[in-house]
């Protein structure tokens, strides 16, 4: 059954203002659009059917994809993402910044084709401005660069990032930032050494850029 | 007479530099090199070799039945081929469905020249030296689109069904990632490392890229179609393997197209 | 059987400048395919261009060539009309030649 967006965000104005927004049909029921998920793929080694299965702040993301989140639903999401935010075992926020470069740099991992013997990356870089001397970047996140050097390593902002890192929902509802302690991307050495990476002072994050050649 | 080596070297470089992955390396400057290569083309493109082949297979009598596909309807009548791509996908009649060029070269296929699905997709995909038929065909076909604006008139249920599942399936978070293909696709002026990513939700962004589909992957050496380009994007995202010729496959196809109606096509183009 | 050669010759003052796409594969023999097997080398080792009888070049290419090869190059003492054939042969003891006219 199509369901018009107004009766289903209950009388939420969208905002289909923009030249931006196409015309089209009414949006299919999200119920819809999952079943027709499951019948459109099949298993491919790792990549297990399990995949497509949406937990809650997948839907919740999935449903308000293009109207601005309502305040409760967004505090909702954020909640329940903090909570599942560990802090590491040992209390120690920094491992070794080299071995973190090695996350930010490596972009496979979790893909049908990878293998799965292998520790997955991270794939910072894709997203995001890192170390000034790395011109190969993307820009769907923020310029990180020299984000330990700008911020120091008081006890609050060490927790920030970690919980960003862990679960990029508990502060930022429906990023488009994986979540990659809480969804088992990375491991807890893998998640302390991206940590160093940002912020230990030796880590090329947080060098100056590179004078240009004369 | 030059030496052998010149060209051996000049080639060489080309097949060193193309076969480097664009990560380290500065945007620019592979840009640079795919344009030098495109550019000493001129006008050709590899995907010619596909297209030659494609009509090859259009107009040769195959099958039990040894029938040619001329007497395939793509949407414009039985043989007609002038312009199909840029309207497609569409609801057939006699299949009752929306199809996409690919699943319509396999109902002809089937009905015409009695071949089996299971022989026309054993090779939906090729890889050196196992060829797929589906996309010479694909190939020959969507060269005669070119040029030809893109009109997705989508007055049949069907195809508005299908235009929103694939709407739903562009925005639905999954896998342990979170991606979706909006996750990627539905801002303007992104890019993921070096490689500049359209804004697919837009006319604007949507003509930019679906034009130029089918494309000469230079990094594969292969033709590629839609059909590849969507469950290679659903495989980055972490996602199983999307089905061939399935509702999500078509509905994403469309809502592409349709995003990018008035558009010119531009395809078979050159793709890195 | 080969894919067919796409050759363009065309006169550029009193110089033939000849662009060609070939077809190959060019394997290198060190692709591993998607279950992870090696696919066997299979790739061009020779390409000689013949115009009026005479070899106007010969080459002699390894398996770092890419895929589906473009490669162009320029002869004197060719002229409009003439015809110009170009064969490669590859590692397997395939063979493919063909022509086309100087515009």
């Not at chain 1, 862990?166 to 893998?190: D, K, V, W």
């Not at chain 2, 590899?46 to 297979?57: D, F, H, K, Q, V």
């Not at chain 2, 230079?218 to 590849?228: A, D, F, I, P, Y």
Request: glycine residues 10%; neutral net charge.
């Amino acid at each position: 059954m199509l369901l018009s967006p107004l009766h289903r965000l209950g009388g939420m104005t969208l905002a289909l203002a923009s030249c931006a927004a196409l015309a089209g049909p009414p949006r299919s029921d999200d119920a819809a659009v999952a079943a027709a998920m499951r019948a459109a793929f099949e298993a491919k080694k790792q990549a297990t059917m399990d995949r497509l299965e949406q937990d809650e702040t997948q839907k919740l993301c999935t449903h308000y994809r293009d109207a601005a989140l309502p305040a409760e639903v967004a505090k909702k999401i954020a909640t329940a993402n903090l909570a599942t935010v560990k802090p590491p075992a040992d209390g120690k926020f920094l491992g070794d910044w080299k071995a973190g470069e090695v996350v930010a740099i490596t972009g496979t991992g979790l893909q049908s084709n990878d293998d799965p013997t292998k520790p997955n990356g991270g794939n910072c870089y894709a997203c995001h401005e890192l170390a000034a001397s790395e011109m190969a970047y993307g820009t769907l996140g923020p310029s990180l660069r020299e984000y330990g050097k700008l911020r120091g390593q008081d006890p609050a902002v060490l927790t920030y990032a970690w919980e960003m890192i862990y679960n990029s929902n508990s502060h930022a509802p429906c990023s488009n930032m994986p979540r990659f302690g809480h969804r088992g991307i990375l491991t807890e050495t893998q998640l302390k050494d991206v940590m160093a990476f940002l912020f230990d002072p030796a880590s090329p994050v947080n060098q100056p850029a590179p004078k240009a050649e004369p | 007479m030059q030496r052998p080596g010149r060209f051996q070297s000049r080639v060489f470089l080309a097949a060193v530099l193309l076969g480097l992955g664009g990560a380290a390396m500065g945007e620019a400057s592979v840009e640079e090199e795919i344009a030098e290569y495109h550019a000493m083309f001129g006008d050709e493109n590899p995907a010619e070799l596909w297209e030659i082949r494609g009509e090859e297979l259009w107009k040769s009598p195959r099958g039990p039945a040894k029938v040619s596909l001329e007497g395939c309807d793509l949407g414009r009548g039985p043989g007609v081929i002038e312009g199909v791509y840029a309207q497609l996908p569409r609801f057939f009649e006699d299949t009752g469905k929306v199809q996409d060029l690919e699943t319509r070269l396999v109902t002809c296929m089937q009905k015409l020249q009695g071949l089996s699905e299971a022989e026309i997709l054993a090779v939906k995909f090729g890889d050196g030296e196992k060829k797929s038929d589906l996309e010479a065909l694909s190939a020959y076909i969507v060269a005669a689109s070119r040029g030809h604006e893109i009109q997705i008139p989508m007055t049949h249920p069907a195809e508005q069904a299908a235009y929103a599942l694939g709407e739903g399936a562009f925005f639905y978070r999954a896998g342990p990632h979170d991606f979706a293909c909006a996750t990627c696709h539905s801002e303007k002026g992104k890019r993921i490392r070096l490689q500049t990513l359209p804004q697919l939700t837009t006319a604007e962004g949507a003509r930019a890229a679906y034009t130029r589909w089918p494309a000469y992957r230079v990094s594969q050496g292969e033709l590629r179609t839609m059909e590849w380009r969507l469950q290679d994007c659903l495989r980055q995202q972490r996602l199983p393997q999307l089905r061939f010729g399935s509702d999500i496959a078509i509905g994403l196809t469309l809502y592409l197209a349709k995003n990018a109606e008035g558009g010119s096509m531009a395809a078979p183009s050159i793709k890195r | 059987m080969p894919d067919p050669m796409r050759i363009r010759a065309v006169m550029m003052g009193d110089v033939v400048d000849v662009k060609i796409l070939m077809g190959h594969v060019m394997e290198t023999g060190q692709r591993k395919d998607a279950e992870g097997n090696l696919v066997p080398a299979h790739y061009i080792v020779s390409v000689t261009a013949n115009c009026n009888g005479k070899t106007v070049m010969a080459a002699e290419w390894g398996p770092s060539v890419s895929k589906n090869p473009y490669f162009s190059f320029r002869f004197k003492g060719g002229a409009k009309g003439d015809k110009l054939s170009v064969t490669w042969k590859d590692t397997d003891g395939e063979t493919r030649t063909d022509e086309t006219t100087i515009h």
